[in-house]
């Protein structure tokens, strides 16, 4: 059974960062794509980004390029997200999921989040 379990979430300032973390098992977790997807209060599930199964590649959505960074460790069966100059509009519940490397149709299973809050 897929379990992925997500932890690092907060209350922040905005311009503060955070670093999310997301411990995966039940799967041979080095051979799955794997990716990071957000909901917002009262919205959709948005996809935040991607990464391939070795860590060379990764995938962002235009609103968290150059801001957010993904990255996984494979001996540690771990996917990690960096949050840097978080806004009020990153506010939102944050999944870990498996596959997903190209956007949200392609998930397969979702973590049961972890909140982030950025307010001032």
């Known amino acids: 059974e897929v379990q992925l379990v997500e932890s690092g979430g907060g209350m922040v300032l905005p311009g503060g960062s955070l670093r999310l973390s997301c411990a995966a098992s039940?799967?041979?977790?080095?051979?799955?794509?794997m990716s990071w997807v957000r909901q917002a209060p009262g919205k959709g599930l948005e996809w935040v980004s991607g990464?391939?199964?070795?860590?060379?590649?990764?995938n962002y959505a235009d609103s968290v390029k150059g801001r957010f960074t993904i990255s996984r460790d494979n001996a540690k069966n771990t996917l990690y997200l960096q949050l840097n100059s978080l806004k009020t509009e990153d506010t939102a519940m944050y999944y870990c999921?498996?596959?997903?490397?190209?956007?949200?149709?392609?998930?397969?299973?979702r973590g049961q989040g972890t909140q982030v809050t950025v307010s001032s």
């Open positions: 039940g799967f041979t977790f080095s051979i799955y794509d």
């Open positions: 999921a498996k596959d997903g490397y190209y956007g949200l149709r392609y998930v397969t299973s």
């Open positions: 990464i391939n199964n070795g860590g060379g590649r990764t």
